[in-house]
């Protein structure tokens, strides 16, 4: 009994001193509070002297007449881009040790609490499930940039949220779960922020991760307390990002993960249309979930959010350059029609990189030049000049001559963009890049020349210095042939007999023919792009193209 009272007064002790420490921190002056259009119309005419920023709700704001503010916090990635450009003074708020101690005091307070018993995992996980962000977004469709179909899929949910009782009255059930699917980095988060924006409703955002934890009946416990939230605020978007984490196919266990599902699809059962509430999740594997969770009344509408393909790429880097200056020599058409595969996220990261790079120089603007680094840096790596002897120089020439020659003979429609000696960043000794075209489907014929393309670097090295002398700098290309070679084999039954191992090998052996074939014929062609990268050792693709068509047999 003294112990119990003894662990009683130590708790109490704490909490008390923990609560002093709060009372003490908060002191200061008042600030004076400004809306978010006053603080930026403030900033552009010169009246902001300095800006504070962190995590919370608010900006600290030191204003020109020595007066102190508050903003409220946009959490936009651009926003200390634009006041520094500004002229503003930006400093990254500092941790208080307050809440370090506060922290560490909680901490002690539940591991007393947690030893005699009177607390378990339950209540950790009602703490943690509240810090779900459950504000309505500033994001709307027209900050995303994805194709028509997905966009109209989204659109159709924003009805179902605003008005679901003029869809109940048709006898329309609205989905309750909304599956969004693709690669990784294509905008399905972005997306579910802009249908909660789009309808103005709250937005409960967690990680399938935030679900999982050590101890059993926790990641159910933050699922109740979720929706519990959604249903108190009126409704809402409920977000689960990688829902993977928690919503893989089941087995025979019956562990924590197991739980948390079952307790996500007895919510999802639980609640009707007139709650206003959408559950949304993202995936980039959509064959790993759980049958359960895909069947109807669950999450029954699924919405493919795909790589974009061109014009899309063009809208996406319209929608990221509106903060950014463009020299007038910038052109969005041109990048994006050599970024082929890139994602939104790839493609926003390119913008970023240019004005890096603008600003590095000390220019105004992102000017074509700067774009251009940028792309090169991303797919190929930086440039790392370093001093190699003319006989690697030499051989370095031919194999990417000998990709490049292939590109250009047997790839017509994608477009040489680049031809170097010049190592790179990620390991490479050169690189020949082209631009492929937006294509859903490729013939047989077209693969073979994929796959001669790929061993044209090896098959000049041979027919420079024989086959006993090549080198290991075609060791990604061969990776690249056999990924080929085992995809028609496997799952395009492109070969001739069936038997896997004996059609990949006669596939790659075809490959190799095509590409040796091509390459002895325009011989002229390979030995002067080989001379001009010797001497230059970086081309443009027009050059290159320009010097290969000069020869004859090409």
């Known amino acids: 009994m003294?112990?119990?009272?003894?662990?009683?007064?130590?708790?109490?002790?704490?909490l008390a001193a923990l609560m002093v420490l709060c009372l003490l921190s908060g002191g200061g002056e008042e600030a004076k509070p400004l809306s978010y259009g006053e603080f930026w119309q403030m900033a552009e005419n010169g009246g902001v002297a300095e800006v504070t920023m962190g995590d919370g709700e608010n900006w600290h704001v030191l204003l020109g007449d020595g007066q102190k503010a508050v903003t409220p916090n946009p959490r936009a990635e651009d926003g200390k881009e634009r006041l520094l450009r500004l002229g503003v003074t930006v400093r990254e708020q500092g941790q208080s040790p307050v809440p370090g101690l506060m922290f560490l005091g909680l901490l002690l307070c539940g591991v007393l609490l947690l030893t005699r018993g009177r607390k378990g995992a339950a209540g950790m996980a009602k703490y943690a499930a509240v810090q779900a962000d459950e504000r309505i977004?500033?994001?709307?469709?027209?900050?995303?940039?994805?194709?028509?179909?997905?966009?109209?899929?989204?659109?159709?949910?924003?009805?179902?949220?605003?008005?679901?009782?003029?869809?109940?009255t048709c006898g329309a059930?609205?989905?309750?779960?909304?599956?969004?699917y693709g690669p990784p980095g294509t905008g399905k988060t972005l997306l579910a922020r802009a249908l909660?924006?789009?309808?103005?409703?709250?937005?409960?955002?967690?990680?399938?991760?935030?679900?999982?934890?050590?101890?059993?009946?926790?990641?159910?416990?933050?699922?109740?307390?979720l929706f519990r939230k959604a249903r108190k605020a009126g409704g809402g978007v409920i977000f689960i990002d990688e829902i993977?984490?928690?919503?893989?196919?089941?087995?025979?266990?019956?562990?924590?993960?197991?739980?948390?599902?079952?307790?996500?699809?007895?919510e999802m059962s639980g609640f009707s249309g007139?709650?206003?509430?959408?559950?949304?999740?993202?995936?980039?594997?959509?064959?790993?979930?759980?049958?359960?969770?895909l069947?109807?009344?669950?999450?029954?509408?699924?919405?493919?959010?795909?790589?974009?393909?061109?014009?899309?790429?063009?809208?996406?880097?319209?929608?990221?350059?509106?903060?950014?200056?463009?020299?007038?020599d910038a052109c969005l058409e041109t990048v994006a029609a050599q970024t082929a595969l890139f994602s939104g996220a790839q493609l926003e990261t390119l913008l970023n990189e240019a004005a890096i790079r603008a600003a590095r120089a000390g220019c105004q603007a992102i000017a074509m030049e700067h774009l251009q680094q940028a792309f090169f840096a991303i797919t190929a790596g930086e440039d790392r000049p370093r001093q190699f002897s003319e006989a690697e120089k030499r051989i370095t020439a031919y194999h990417e001559a000998g990709h490049a020659l292939l590109t250009h003979i047997l790839q017509p429609e994608a477009r040489l963009t680049r031809v170097s000696i010049i190592p790179t960043s990620r390991g490479a000794a050169g690189y020949s890049m082209?631009?492929?075209?937006?294509?859903?489907?490729?013939?047989?014929?077209?693969?073979?020349?994929?796959?001669?393309?790929?061993?044209?670097?090896?098959?000049?090295?041979?027919?420079?210095?024989?086959?006993?002398?090549?080198?290991?700098?075609?060791?990604?290309?061969?990776?690249?042939?056999?990924?080929?070679?085992?995809c028609m084999a496997e799952e395009w039954a492109m070969g001739e007999t069936g038997d896997v191992k004996s059609d990949r090998a006669a596939l790659e052996e075809e490959a190799r023919r095509l590409g040796k074939d091509v390459l002895t014929r325009c011989r002229a062609g390979l030995d002067a792009l080989a001379k001009a990268l010797t001497a230059r050792e970086s081309l443009d693709g027009d050059t290159a193209a320009r010097i290969l068509d000069a020869q004859k047999g090409l």
């Open 2 to 14: 003294k112990k119990k009272k003894l662990e009683g007064l130590i708790v109490f002790g704490m």
């Open 137 to 168: 977004p500033d994001v709307t469709f027209r900050d995303v940039a994805v194709s028509p179909q997905t966009l109209q899929s989204m659109r159709d949910l924003v009805g179902f949220l605003r008005e679901p009782e003029r869809f109940a």
């Open 173 to 180: 059930r609205p989905p309750k779960g909304v599956m969004l």
């Open 196 to 225: 909660a924006g789009e309808a103005k409703a709250p937005f409960f955002a967690m990680s399938g991760a935030d679900f999982v934890q050590v101890y059993v009946g926790v990641g159910a416990s933050r699922v109740r307390e």
């Open 244 to 266: 993977d984490a928690i919503g893989k196919k089941r087995d025979s266990g019956n562990d924590e993960r197991e739980q948390t599902l079952n307790a996500l699809l007895t």
């Open 274 to 293: 007139g709650d206003k509430i959408m559950v949304v999740a993202a995936t980039n594997r959509l064959d790993t979930l759980d049958a359960a969770l």
């Open 295 to 328: 069947r109807e009344g669950r999450f029954d509408r699924r919405i493919e959010v795909s790589l974009p393909d061109r014009e899309e790429r063009l809208r996406i880097l319209q929608v990221h350059a509106r903060n950014k200056p463009l020299a007038p």
């Open 434 to 486: 082209h631009v492929q075209p937006d294509k859903l489907l490729h013939t047989r014929q077209e693969l073979i020349a994929m796959m001669a393309v790929a061993l044209g670097g090896r098959l000049a090295e041979e027919m420079l210095l024989g086959k006993d002398n090549v080198t290991t700098g075609a060791a990604n290309d061969l990776e690249k042939v056999r990924e080929i070679s085992r």
